[in-house]
């Protein structure tokens, strides 16, 4: 049921000509953030429809504008003052204060839905070395717990995702937001402390406080209770860690979207996998080959992971594998077979409007326009930093992005570094690629120094079999 | 210093002037002859450190560590970070165990750390610092003391005070609330600040210590007197203090019989957990100049071997804003010469520094002896010399003799 209170019944007079950029959550906070909206007449029945536009309109014209981000962009756009406003998770802010703590970015109040535990998980059986490692979605968090108990020598992985599944193979706590559905990963871990309790917020920046008027925003909100309306988290199936019984060769394999083909590879390749195919896969699938060691992780985590060690052999992206070589040039990881599936074409897009034969000529025209500072937006920010780098850009300011990046540009950016199959989506938003980087395809990793371990002779076999499947 | 709103500089890195640095370099090398002379010499460690040599509990304060500059290097995959150098005590402990294990080792330094500060705070700060690392405890401490004031003194800044305290005070009594150790940190900075909340809430956790913590935190004293007073207060309710107070007592004694004096401030040593025993600084008009104290856990730490220490530092940024110009150094041959003769010029000039004669070529201002050099050759009053072999052989000894009368 709407609540119309007096604030709104004030706006439609005192901001006639004001129009608030509030930036809304896409994901699991979708439908607690519409219902909310909605509750308080501010709803986008195009939003509420789970439309993939990125700029749904307000029921309500002239009063704010919508833009969609991925939750974890929201509260750098706010800090940054691209945006006025916005809904995230308090969780995602407490992620950019504890590295950033004079970030631009105030909240202003809980929302009754997305409720989520901050907790530490570990393993039933775990025997820290000396370096304790700590695996996170939310890495400056993880930074300053490890800071705050005094854990003298560790470090963190910073995943994309599935970090609960990394103990306790290969990491010994987990720092992860559990939201209050979820049980951590199948029960094969222990919550150890709960250090913080989440939920969805209201997130404003901190000079547009100052200087704009968000009563609309600030006045006597309805909490209306959605948290039946918010969408059932999509829970991946859990398998238990497993007793640790070391195998011989250790291999990642991709989830999200390299899911499509993976499982043909493996099969192709000839590795049996239970639990591991086009549609659904646990963390842990079965290999029928005694000596192999499987393990489900996000693509973007594998070079990282085979760097340090962990894995043998890893299937990602080619792009996953330059964005990490991108930060630690001599990191030890390299490709070794060319899968040949899942083609990107990696370039630098811009506006199509902007009319502009070739990067030089477009910075002529960004710095006419009195842009000093070249944004650039990127899922891959050490590739777009290096980009500028290597194109001299002058003043640039790398923007990171979670997902739905397609929208950054022109109002959040100058230009998106990014890769596409067929460039139908850059497209349909009206972008065109300035300059092409790099192709892209699934491809095989595996660490330089692999000929000195003990495996190696089995690693080596492993590989054949991708390369000929490749 | 000046600067418009839009400065190119990053917040808080500052630039430093001539005149600035002149007066920062005698900071520094006043310093540094007064430690050679006491036996010390200068060492330097890295920027960059690992960043665990800083994070273990007794190293720095969570408040601090919330303001280094950690990041993953270019080499940085496992997720392991590195620092800049926010201390250099820690920096110093870590190159002793891996050099000088086992030795007693005086050593010394000017170099920068780097703290995040909020605005335009000073985020990197040119330190001078003197440590003696691997002697038993004796009275270092305050013979450290005497040479910081040393030095002091011959900077002309007569104006200060100095303060003493022993950390195991504080520690113990904080140790008895029963708080975390994030709870007692932060208490002890607010302390620091005069936050009358704090002492309060401190005060209330202690109960039966109400005269004793008054006399703790709300006021200082000025010799042994105060300590014997602190004993009275607090020393049968607190067993744990006895040794600290005795230390304390000690080193005032020694100071005041040293004529230094000297005021006891108990809450001192912010932002540092590695210190175990006396600390010490040096103030003028609430400015802090430098500081230091005891850390004989800090090595073993840092590097696993057993070594007593201590050392202080000086902040030689702050020192440079509160002294005097240095005299002006020995007098230039000025060497005043148009682009048709810097032929000659260069030739005169090599000649000149082979004999040992200070000389530079057009210089911004000349407090010395001054040559024009022609292309026909080197005016000196009326007298011309020609530009041979010979010619400037004579110049050179001639104006041997002239510096020499000039400049004794």
Redesign the interface.
């Known amino acids: 049921m709407k609540v119309w209170l007096p604030w709104f019944a004030s706006l439609k007079t005192k901001h006639e000509k004001r129009l608030i950029k509030f930036a809304l959550p896409t994901g699991d906070l979708r439908s607690g953030a519409a219902a909310f909206l909605e509750a308080n007449g501010l709803g986008s029945s195009e939003y509420s429809a789970g439309s993939r536009a990125f700029r749904p309109a307000a029921d309500e014209p002239g009063r704010i504008a919508y833009r969609v981000f991925r939750e974890r962009d929201i509260p750098i756009q706010v800090a940054l003052g691209n945006y006025h406003a916005g809904i995230c998770s308090s969780v995602a802010v407490d992620e950019v204060l504890a590295r950033h ?2 970030e631009g970015i105030v909240k202003l109040r809980p929302l009754p839905f997305g409720r989520a535990s901050l907790v530490i998980l570990v393993p039933r059986e775990n025997q820290a070395g000396e ?1 304790l ?1 700590i695996v996170s979605e939310y890495p400056n968090l993880a ?2 717990f ?3 108990r ?9 995943v994309n995702g599935s970090a609960s599944c990394y103990p306790p193979e290969d990491a010994d706590l987990a720092l992860v937001s559990l939201s209050h559905r979820e049980s951590p990963d199948g029960g094969a871990l222990d919550i150890v402390e709960r250090l913080s309790e989440s939920s969805a917020c209201l997130v404003a920046n901190r000079k547009a406080l100052a200087s704009i008027d968000l009563s609309m925003l600030l006045a006597g909100l309805s909490l209306v209770r959605s948290e039946q309306a918010a969408s059932q988290h999509r829970q991946a199936a859990q398998s238990p860690a497993p007793a640790r019984v070391p195998r011989a060769v250790r291999i990642a394999l991709p989830d999200g979207h390299q899911q499509r083909e993976a499982p043909e590879v493996c099969r192709r390749a000839g590795l049996k996998l239970d639990r591991y195919d086009e549609d659904a896969s646990v963390a842990r699938p079965l290999a029928a080959d005694e000596d192999i060691d499987v393990k489900v992780i996000r693509p973007q985590d594998m ?2 992971m085979v ?2 060690g962990s894995f043998d052999l890893a299937i990602t992206g080619r792009d996953c594998l330059l964005n ?1 070589l991108a ?5 030890p ?1 390299e490709e070794i077979a060319n899968l040949e599936r899942q083609r990107y074409r990696w370039a630098a897009v811009v506006d199509q409007t902007l009319q502009a034969k070739d990067l030089e000529s477009a910075i002529a025209l960004w710095r006419a326009r009195g842009r000093e500072t070249i944004r650039i937006a990127s899922e891959y920010p050490n590739l777009a930093d290096q980009f500028a780098r290597e194109r001299h850009l002058g003043h640039y300011q790398v923007i990171p992005v979670v997902g739905a990046s397609e929208g950054f540009v022109p109002e959040d950016a100058e230009i998106l570094i990014e890769g596409s199959e067929t460039g139908r989506t850059w497209e349909a938003n009206g972008l065109v690629p300035l300059e092409w980087l790099f192709d892209s395809t699934m491809v095989l990793v595996a660490n330089k120094n692999r000929q000195a371990r003990r495996n190696y002779r089995l690693v080596e076999q492993l590989a054949d079999r991708f390369r000929q499947a490749a | 210093m000046p600067e418009s709103a839009k400065s190119l500089r990053c917040p808080g890195m500052i630039d430093l002037s001539g005149a600035e640095m002149r007066r920062l370099r005698r900071v520094e090398e006043r310093f540094s002859a007064a430690a050679r002379a006491w036996g010390f010499e200068e060492i330097r460690t890295p920027l960059i450190e690992q960043l ?1 040599l800083y ?3 007794g190293t720095l304060s ?1 408040q601090l ?2 303001r280094v500059y ?1 990041f ?1 290097d ?8 590195v620092v800049l150098r926010p201390d250099s005590t820690v920096a110093v402990a870590r190159l002793y165990g891996e050099r000088y294990a086992g030795q007693v080792k005086k050593l010394f330094y000017a170099q920068p750390v780097l703290r995040f500060a ?1 605005g335009d705070e000073r985020r990197e700060s040119w330190q001078v610092g003197a440590e003696v690392i691997g002697a038993s405890a004796g009275n270092t401490e305050v013979e450290l003391i005497v040479l910081g004031d040393t030095i002091l003194d011959g900077l002309g800044l007569q104006e200060r005070e100095l303060l003493i305290s022993h950390s195991g005070i504080v520690r113990a009594l904080l140790a008895r609330t029963g708080w975390t ?2 709870e007692q940190s932060e208490t002890y900075d607010l302390i620091l600040t005069g936050d009358a909340a704090a002492i309060g809430r401190m005060t209330e956790a202690l109960p039966g210590l109400e005269v004793g913590m008054t006399l703790l935190l709300e006021s200082v004293g000025n010799g042994p007197e105060y300590v014997a007073n602190l004993r009275t207060a607090l020393g049968s309710e607190t067993p744990e203090l006895t040794a600290s107070l005795v230390e304390l007592s000690g080193a005032s004694s020694l100071l005041a019989s040293a004529g230094l004096r000297h005021t006891i401030v108990t809450p001192l040593a912010r932002d540092f957990e590695y210190y175990t025993g006396l600390v010490f600084q040096w103030r003028t008009d609430g400015e802090v100049l430098g500081s230091g104290g005891r850390y004989d856990n800090l090595v073993e730490l840092v590097t696993g071997e057993d070594a007593p220490a201590c050392g202080f530092a000086l902040d030689s940024e702050v020192l440079e804003t509160l002294i005097e110009e240095p005299a002006p150094g020995q007098a230039h041959i000025a060497l005043l010469a148009k682009p048709e003769a810097s032929a000659p010029a260069l030739r005169l000039l090599r000649a000149l520094a082979s004999h040992g004669l200070p000389a530079s070529l057009n210089p911004p201002s000349t407090n010395g002896l001054t040559v024009e050099v022609l292309p026909e050759g080197y005016r000196r009053g009326q007298n011309i010399t020609p530009i041979s072999d010979e010619g400037v052989a004579a110049l050179v000894r001639q104006l041997e003799d002239e510096a020499r009368e000039a400049f004794d």
């Open positions: 703590p004079n370096c490692t930074e300053s490890a800071l705050e005094r854990i003298g020598r560790y470090r963190v992985l910073a070079p990282q760097a340090v990490h930060q630690f040039p001599s990191s990881v | 665990h994070t273990r509990s969570p560590l919330g950690s993953l270019w080499d940085g995959w496992s997720g392991e970070r909020a150790p994030v």
